[in-house]
């Protein structure tokens, strides 16, 4: 076995002193009443009927209490250990008990005859016997009745060997019977130990095994969640938190082809912060980061519906992608998303088109048709703001969208 629980000891005490109880209400008490049937029968015609009765009452009514006892202790503990009175109520009933067959046997010997004294005899005997089966779980407790009840009878048996002729035999019988039966009870008993064990380690092996799916099943969420996490960082360019070129092309064709056949136009805005290299050398690529990442910002807030997107598509150069957008709408945007960057007021001395940061703007806008790519989209939108750079930058210029033909 690869895996085995380690049982505490009171665990298997507990779980065995429930399955004694369980055995004892019903079996252990079930032969309890034969033998007093029989007993009482054997004595209803030698003593006096009443004192039969008397005494075959109060054993029913010591054994239907016994029962009821072991009943509401079953109904409300199941953690027996918690209980030591448990136990020892066990090993002082099994006296109480053993001594009661053991008393009668000796009470019925100057009443009956040679037969039926020895029958009585008999009948304790095979009380002793049956109950091994039930009460051998506690070992302790089945030991304590035999010595009370065949050990009571041998020694009698023993004491007063002259008085019937087979006393001595029956003496020597019940003491051979004992001790068999203490060694049945040694076997039996250890039997029992290791099948509870074994019961309680397989219990916890299967809660353990439950827990360790549960937790297998919280891990492996984490780590959907965590693949999930690290796809969408691969899609995200880290800087300006705006989409990269990869996070582009995962989600433009959906878009694309959702435009097309609904057969609404689209528009792409690619921008270009201007003089952005002699920027950096004026005032260090921390501050260019900085000035990258307030114009990220503004695009992130441009971009706040179904469908739209801005991505930085390497350097200082980034696109805004709009579904539903016709050329008027576009350049309108286009206008807005260039007054808020010169209203960011950021310093740039060396600029050679104001003395802030400036962007220049290209623009498309088209209704696209099946044979339109993206890449035709965005090299029109290239083209566009090649133009705005080279008539004096901070400015917007539509392009027009040129789709291939098929040779």
Same mark, same amino acid.
């Given at each position: 076995m690869l895996y085995q629980r380690r049982i505490a000891d009171n665990q298997v005490l507990s779980a065995k002193l429930e399955l004694h109880l369980r055995g004892s209400r019903y079996a252990g008490v079930g032969t309890q009443l034969l033998g007093i049937?029989?007993?009482?029968?054997?004595?209803?015609?030698?003593?006096d009927p009443e004192?039969?009765?008397?005494?075959?009452?109060?054993?029913l009514l010591l054994n239907f209490w016994w029962s009821r006892r072991i009943n509401r202790t079953l109904q409300t503990s199941r953690h027996f250990t918690q209980r030591p009175s448990v136990f020892n109520e066990l090993i002082v009933h099994a006296a109480v008990s053993g001594a009661i067959w053991g008393g009668t046997v000796i009470w019925l010997d100057g009443y009956l005859s040679d037969l039926i004294f020895y029958l009585c005899v008999c009948v304790?005997?095979?009380?002793?016997?049956?109950?091994i089966a039930v009460s051998v779980v506690i070992r302790q407790a089945y030991l304590t009745q035999l010595?009370?009840?065949?050990?009571?009878?041998?020694?009698?048996? &023993?004491?007063?060997?002259?008085? +019937?002729?087979?006393?001595?035999g029956f003496a020597?019988? @019940?003491?051979?019977?004992? $001790?068999?039966?203490?060694? &049945?009870?040694?076997?039996?008993? +250890?039997?029992f130990s290791e099948m509870v064990e074994?019961? @309680?380690?397989?219990?916890? $092996?299967?809660?353990?095994l439950a827990s360790l799916s549960d937790s297998l099943k919280t891990r492996n969420l984490q780590l959907q969640d965590a693949r999930r996490q690290l796809a969408e960082q691969a899609t995200i360019d880290e800087m300006t938190g705006l989409r990269n070129r990869r996070g582009v092309n995962i989600i433009i064709n959906d878009e694309l082809a959702r435009m097309k056949r609904l057969q609404l136009p689209?528009?792409?805005?690619?921008?270009?912060?201007?003089?952005?290299?002699?920027?950096?050398?004026?005032y260090g690529h921390p501050a260019g980061d900085l000035v990258l990442q307030r114009i990220s910002t503004v695009m992130l807030e441009m971009t706040s519906r179904a469908g739209e997107f801005a991505a930085r598509m390497g350097g200082e150069e980034f696109v805004i992608f709009y579904p539903a957008a016709n050329r008027s709408t576009a350049l309108e945007v286009a206008e807005e998303l260039r007054r808020r960057i010169v209203e960011l007021d950021i310093p740039h001395e060396k600029s050679l088109t104001a003395p802030h940061v400036t962007i220049s703007i290209g623009v498309v806008s088209c209704v696209p048709d099946w044979?339109?790519?993206?890449?035709?989209?965005?090299?029109?939108?290239?083209?566009?703001?090649?133009?705005?750079?080279?008539?004096g930058r901070n400015r917007i210029t539509f392009g027009e969208v040129n789709v291939p033909e098929e040779s």
């Open positions: 049937v029989s007993l009482g029968l054997a004595g209803f015609y030698s003593l004192v039969m009765l008397t005494w075959a009452t109060s054993l304790v005997a095979v009380i002793s016997v049956v109950t010595i009370f009840s065949l050990g009571t009878v041998a020694c009698w048996l &023993a004491w007063h060997a002259n008085e +019937r002729p087979f006393n001595a020597v019988l @019940l003491v051979g019977l004992s $001790m068999f039966l203490i060694v &049945a009870s040694e076997w039996m008993s +250890r039997a074994t019961s @309680l380690e397989r219990a916890a $092996m299967s809660k353990d689209i528009a792409l805005i690619a921008l270009d912060v201007d003089h952005f290299k002699t920027y950096n050398d004026t044979e339109l790519e993206f890449d035709v989209l965005l090299k029109a939108s290239d083209d566009a703001l090649y133009l705005s750079k080279t008539n």
